[in-house]
């Protein structure tokens, strides 16, 4: 099926910005290009449902991997959100003060206060605006279940020990009428510029979760793929035959991966993966699959893209939940071992860190008899 298909189509004139230096640069095997732009048609500017998947923590030793996503349905598939949204949202950490930045998670987020702050008030800002019903997450237990409550994960964060340490309020770095006032200003914006916010999520995975998976896969790239596949299947049955909206999707790239296709074939059996490109820096394909008398036509078109927070809004947005959400798991964890002994130094999990933290806990984690396997990655 996709050998055929994994020729490289001819080379595209490219629209200068960040969503077409992703998608029209060549057309996939088949499609025809227009007199008017040189282009396929279905690859000319037009309303598009934009997705962006990114993950956080995946070399750490302690704590959770977390994954996030992003849709944003904009009325023109060329439209830069950075732009449109100039007036409330920056990637520019200096302009923290007054909007709302968003950018590569380890951009925004810096272990202080400031730092802290800052990835805090755009996910709590953004999420308020995509679940439902206008309302400020009261904890992080409460942000963490909106946050997956779509993606059906029955291995989640609800069976760890330090799960009621999420139980905190929020936002833990500043004001709630001031947070309620930036929300505010951010839904007129994303009004005038006419871009729905249709998804937010994150996927949090425990240590007990990731070793189970590491055990049946026995290769960590493998485990972390299938979480992200998880994403893009529901991206794909949520918004994928809308043609009205076509679905691009953008993956951050981790590791010198750059083939996809039969990784693809396997996660959507019934559909045709077309092949567009596949370099070092970016891949990108085509996932199709035909009406039938059950449910209507889906398409997708998939990139994956080294540090594609950089060019895509919706990949930098997934960046800072993925974070955010590790970040309230390690406060948790590290919350919940100081009531056990305040002398006890946190961890950010991180490999050498998590090593020093390890020797350190050694009596409390003997006294609270916590197996290795549900704390400690065995990859």
Same mark, same amino acid.
């Not at 896969?217 to 994928?240: A, Q, V």
């Not at 540090?307 to 948790?332: G, I, P, Q, T």
């Given at each position: 099926?996709?050998?055929?298909?994994? !020729?490289?189509?001819?080379?595209?004139?490219?629209?200068?910005?960040?969503?077409?230096?992703?998608?029209?640069?060549?057309?996939?095997?088949?499609?025809?290009?227009?007199?008017?732009?040189?282009?396929?048609?279905?690859?000319?500017?037009?309303?598009?449902?934009?997705?962006?998947?990114?993950?956080?923590?995946?070399?750490?030793?302690?704590?959770?991997?977390?994954?996030?996503?992003?849709?944003? !349905?904009?009325?023109?598939?060329?439209?830069?959100?950075?732009? /449109?949204?100039? +007036?409330?949202?920056?990637?520019?950490?200096? *302009?923290?003060?007054?909007?709302?930045?968003?950018?590569?998670?380890?951009?925004?987020?810096?272990?202080?206060?400031?730092?802290?702050?800052?990835?805090?008030?755009?996910?709590?800002?953004?999420?308020?605006?995509?679940?439902?019903?206008?309302?400020?997450?009261?904890? +992080?237990?409460?942000?963490?279940?909106?946050?997956? $409550?779509?993606?059906?994960?029955?291995? +989640?964060?609800?069976?760890?020990?330090?799960?009621?340490?999420? =139980?905190?309020?929020?936002?833990?770095?500043?004001?709630?009428?001031?947070?309620?006032?930036?929300?505010?200003?951010?839904?007129?914006?994303?009004?005038?510029?006419?871009?729905?916010?249709?998804?937010?999520?994150?996927?949090?995975?425990?240590?007990?979760?990731?070793?189970?998976?590491?055990?049946?896969?026995?290769?960590?790239?493998?485990?972390?793929?299938?979480?992200?596949?998880?994403?893009?299947?529901?991206?794909?049955?949520?918004?994928?035959?809308?043609?009205? $909206?076509?679905?691009?999707?953008?993956? *951050?790239?981790?590791?010198?991966?750059?083939?996809?296709?039969?990784?693809?074939?396997?996660?959507?059996?019934?559909?045709?993966?077309?092949?567009?490109?596949?370099?070092?820096?970016?891949?990108?394909?085509?996932?199709?699959? /035909?009406?039938?008398?059950?449910?209507?036509?889906?398409?997708?078109?998939?990139?994956?893209?080294?540090?594609?927070?950089?060019?895509?809004?919706?990949?930098?947005?997934?960046?800072?939940? /993925?974070?955010?959400?590790?970040?309230?798991?390690? *406060?948790?964890?590290?919350?919940?071992?100081?009531?056990? =002994?305040?002398?006890?130094?946190?961890?950010?999990?991180?490999?050498? =860190?998590? !090593? !020093?933290?390890?020797?350190?806990?050694?009596?409390?984690?003997?006294?609270?008899?916590?197996?290795?396997?549900?704390?400690?990655?065995?990859?």
């Amino acid at each position: 099926m996709s050998a055929g298909a994994r !020729r490289p189509g001819r080379a595209r004139r490219r629209a200068d910005d960040a969503t077409a230096a992703l998608f029209g640069a060549e057309a996939p095997e088949g499609a025809e290009a227009t007199e008017e732009s040189g282009e396929p048609a279905d690859l000319r500017a037009g309303s598009a449902l934009v997705a962006g998947i990114d993950e956080a923590g995946l070399g750490p030793l302690l704590g959770p991997l977390t994954l996030g996503a992003c849709a944003l !349905r904009v009325p023109a598939r060329t439209l830069d959100p950075w732009r /449109a949204l100039a +007036g409330v949202v920056s990637p520019r950490i200096e *302009d923290d003060d007054e909007q709302l930045v968003v950018a590569d998670s380890k951009v925004v987020f810096t272990r202080n206060a400031r730092g802290a702050r800052r990835l805090e008030r755009t996910v709590l800002a953004f999420a308020t605006l995509a679940g439902g019903p206008r309302a400020v997450a009261t904890s +992080g237990r409460a942000l963490l279940r909106q946050l997956e $409550a779509d993606l059906g994960a029955p291995d +989640g964060i609800e069976d760890e020990f330090w799960v009621s340490e999420l =139980d905190a309020a929020l936002p833990r770095h500043g004001a709630r009428d001031e947070l309620e006032a930036t929300v505010d200003r951010l839904a007129r914006a994303l009004a005038e510029a006419r871009i729905e916010l249709a998804w937010l999520a994150a996927r949090t995975v425990p240590v007990r979760a990731l070793n189970a998976s590491f055990a049946a896969t026995d290769n960590k790239s493998r485990s972390h793929w299938l979480e992200t596949r998880r994403l893009l299947e529901h991206l794909w049955l949520r918004f994928g035959a809308d043609p009205e $909206a076509p679905l691009e999707v953008v993956v *951050d790239r981790q590791g010198g991966r750059m083939h996809y296709a039969a990784a693809l074939e396997e996660a959507f059996p019934r559909a045709r993966v077309v092949t567009v490109r596949e370099t070092t820096p970016l891949s990108q394909y085509v996932v199709e699959e /035909a009406a039938t008398s059950r449910h209507s036509a889906r398409r997708m078109r998939l990139a994956f893209r080294e540090k594609a927070e950089r060019a895509s809004f919706a990949v930098a947005l997934a960046s800072c939940c /993925a974070k955010h959400a590790r970040e309230l798991s390690m *406060d948790a964890f590290n919350a919940w071992f100081a009531r056990l =002994d305040p002398t006890l130094t946190p961890t950010a999990g991180y490999v050498e =860190d998590g !090593r !020093r933290w390890l020797v350190d806990a050694e009596a409390v984690l003997a006294r609270a008899g916590i197996e290795r396997a549900a704390l400690v990655r065995s990859r």
